[in-house]
Nanobody
Framework: QVQLVESGGGLVQAGGSLRLSCAAS????????MGWYRQAPGKQRELVAA???????NYADSVKGRFTVSRDNAKNTVYLQMNSLKPEDTAVYYC???????????????WGQGTQVTVSS
C-alpha cells in the first residue's frame, strides 16, 4: 500500500508564489517518474510537470519558466515551486508517482488526494 500526502496549496494573489510538496510512503521499492497534474472546474486533468528518477523534467507549455519540479529521492518527496502565478493556474493539483511496490515489485501508478490552489486577480 502506498500513501501520498500533499501539502502547500492555498490562496495567493496573482504574481505570488506557492510551493507544493508530496511525500510518498509505504512498501515502496523504487519510484520512477514523479509529477503534478491539475484539474480546473469543467476541464480535464492535465499534466503540469514531471521528473524522472534521473532528474529529467517535462513541463506543460503554460507553466514553462514559472514552475519548477524537483524531487528528494531520500525522502520520496516531489516538489512544485510555482512562481508568477496567474488566475488561470487555479485548480486542484494532484501528485502522481509511478512506482514499484511490495515484495513482487509490481509497477503501478498512484495519486494524491489533491490540494486546492486558488490565484486571485
Amino acid at each position: 500500500q502506498v500513501q501520498l500526502v500533499e501539502s502547500g496549496g492555498g490562496l495567493v494573489q496573482a504574481g505570488g508564489s506557492l510551493r507544493l510538496s508530496c511525500a510518498a510512503s509505504g512498501n515502496i521499492f523504487s519510484i520512477n517518474a514523479m509529477g503534478w497534474y491539475r484539474q480546473a472546474p469543467g476541464k480535464q486533468r492535465e499534466l503540469v510537470a514531471a521528473i524522472t528518477s534521473g532528474g529529467s523534467t517535462n513541463y506543460a507549455d503554460s507553466v514553462k519558466g514559472r514552475f519548477t519540479v524537483s524531487r528528494d529521492n531520500a525522502k520520496n518527496t516531489v516538489y512544485l515551486q510555482m512562481n508568477s502565478l496567474k488566475p488561470e493556474d487555479t485548480a486542484v493539483y494532484y501528485c502522481n508517482i509511478d512506482a514499484r511496490v511490495g515484495i513482487l515489485r509490481i509497477r503501478n501508478e498512484y495519486w494524491g488526494q489533491g490540494t486546492q490552489v486558488t490565484v486571485s486577480s
